[in-house]
């Protein structure tokens, strides 16, 4: 494989900062650019904290509220190649990047420089996000199997059989760690020995990355079923039916589910019974999980744009659009000031929250499926034909 780390600024960057001129910027329906305050050089952050799994933490809320994310002087810093396609999102954890691709490895990065610490062959492509937890890394692949992997040298220590595709991302307790099966299930895996816990069946295919909030586990499938289930025994509390597959994963926040479907509706579900509490259509289908970030909903859809909802639901046409260009399956990712999202053309933005605004376009060379992982100076994703970017401030 080619490896081409420290390539330095991108020439396809767009940048929106003091003294460069923007090119092709695409705008929001609402909001001028805005002219953000250069910041001084930083040092390295640490990535203790970081992105590290699926929507950042077990709830899927794709929210980072203690950082900014990359805003200014905006270039690429490295990238990396695959043999595959990447078709999730990265996790960053501990120093390190963890990326699976199509080529069936899960990747190890410097989250620097991009160089390779390891790599880890599995027998099927890798679609899934990995979840990292207490220096272990919890990915799916396509050749049927969970693996948990050392996440210091790259080891297997231990994998488990789900009998079909894994589906989902994986979601991480303390416990347990959550997956979703093309079989028609969801199931409950023990953490440390990677035996089975549960199966609960669903009535077609779960690539919904399941949300565990409080002892719950949040979850949708292809039979167009929302499903609540205990944590522990894998008993069904509630169900709720959309009209379309519900292939995005829940994000769950102070009480309220949300979740979309490619019925081109999402809809806010009260966590405890299910009932709901408002929908809101975005013309087009949704697969992509939201993120929820200061009362509001960002969401994507295949209509082309990023969606602002309120989350109190007082805001029956929303509370603006983003034209992106292109239709919209990767989540998007909110920090405390800025809205990340992706396009299939291979756009990635940085959007104001408040109006809309544009603040930067970054172009890749092909489509982004799933959304990026986001750090206070750094921004990392991949694209369908398995470059991974990084691409960060300074």
């Known amino acids: 494989m080619d490896r081409v780390p420290g390539r330095g600024l991108c020439r396809r960057a767009v940048i ?23 910041i001084p050089d930083a040092e390295r952050e640490s990535f203790d904290s ?39 999102s ?38 899934t996000t990995p979840a990292v937890a207490d220096g272990t890394v919890y990915v799916g692949s396509g050749d049927e199997r969970l693996y948990a992997i050392d996440g210091a040298d790259g080891t297997e220590t231990w994998r488990f059989d789900v009998g079909d595709r894994v589906g989902s991302s994986p979601t991480v307790t303390e416990e347990a760690v959550y997956v979703g099966g093309v079989n028609s299930a969801v199931f409950a895996v023990d953490r440390d020995s990677g035996e089975r816990r549960w199966r609960f069946g669903t009535g077609a295919s779960v690539l919904s990355t399941p949300a565990v909030v409080d002892g719950t586990v949040y979850v949708g499938s292809g039979d167009l079923n929302v499903y609540a289930l205990e944590a522990v025994s894998g008993e069904e509390r509630w169900r709720f039916g959309t009209r379309g597959i519900v292939s995005a994963g829940p994000a769950v926040v102070d009480g309220t589910v949300y979740v979309g479907s490619r019925d081109s509706d999402l809809y806010a579900l009260d966590a405890e019974g299910g009932e709901q509490r408002w929908q809101f259509d975005v013309n087009g289908q949704i697969q992509g999980s939201p993120a929820i970030a200061g009362g509001t909903a960002f969401v994507g859809s295949s209509d082309g744009f990023l969606y602002a909802v309120g989350t109190d639901g007082g805001d029956p046409n929303g509370r603006w659009r983003f034209r992106t260009g292109d239709s919209v399956v990767a989540s998007p990712a909110a920090t405390r000031d800025h809205a990340f999202a992706a396009s299939t053309s291979g756009n990635v933005f940085c959007i104001l929250p408040g109006d809309g605004g544009t603040v930067w376009r970054f172009e890749a060379d092909t489509g982004v499926q799933e959304g990026p992982a986001v750090t206070d100076e750094w921004l990392y994703f991949g694209d369908v034909d398995g470059t991974v970017y990084a691409i960060g401030s300074g």
């Open 16 to 38: 929106a900062a003091a003294g460069v001129a923007l090119a092709g910027c695409v705008d929001g329906d609402s909001g001028d650019e805005p002219e953000p305050t250069p």
């Open 90 to 127: 990265p996790a960053v954890a501990g120093d390190t990047l963890y990326i699976g691709s199509t080529d069936g490895s899960v990747y190890a990065l410097d989250p620097y420089v991009g160089a390779e610490i390891w790599s880890f062959e599995t027998d099927g492509p890798v679609t």
């Open 50 to 88: 970081g992105w590290p799994t699926f929507g950042r933490d077990a709830a899927n809320t794709g929210y980072a509220p203690g950082i900014s994310g990359p805003y200014t002087e905006i270039g690429e810093r490295w990238r990396f190649e695959t043999d595959g396609s990447i078709a999730a």
